[in-house]
């Protein structure tokens, strides 16, 4: 079993950064495949960005050319930075963990296995 640990969220202004970080526990990081989601007050969890075992991403259209998804095997960290920030960012970020022999990116809330107690974000217009 991994815990998942999210850091770095805040209040920012519009066109700002913030980054995003997600510790895990356990020695067997690099087999799980990781992802982003957020949820806003009053709509559903969605998917931000996802990021296989072997290191391709996948982003939701809404955060393309803005958003960079890594990870860092040797600190067992993933990270989001979040690059031209605007309100309709705020929400809760949390990080989500599934344990995978395959090399893949997983897309749907339902498939990843373990998730983090989530960080605030706030991007003020």
């Known amino acids: 079993q991994v815990q998942l640990v999210e850091s770095g969220g805040g209040l920012v202004q519009t066109g700002g950064s913030l980054r995003l970080s997600c510790a895990a526990s356990g020695p067997t990081f690099s087999f799980y495949t990781m992802g982003w989601f957020r949820q806003a007050p009053g709509k559903e969890r969605e998917l931000v960005a996802a990021?296989?075992?072997?290191?391709?991403?996948y982003y939701a259209d809404s955060v393309k050319g803005r958003f960079t998804i890594s990870r860092d095997n040797a600190k067992n960290t993933v990270y989001l930075q979040m690059n031209s920030l605007k309100p309709e960012d705020t929400a809760i970020y949390y990080c989500a963990a599934k344990a995978t022999s395959r090399f893949v990116v997983l897309t749907t809330l339902r498939e990843y296995d373990y998730w983090g107690q989530g960080t605030q974000v706030t991007v003020s217009s």
């Open positions: 990021i296989s075992r072997g290191g391709s991403t």
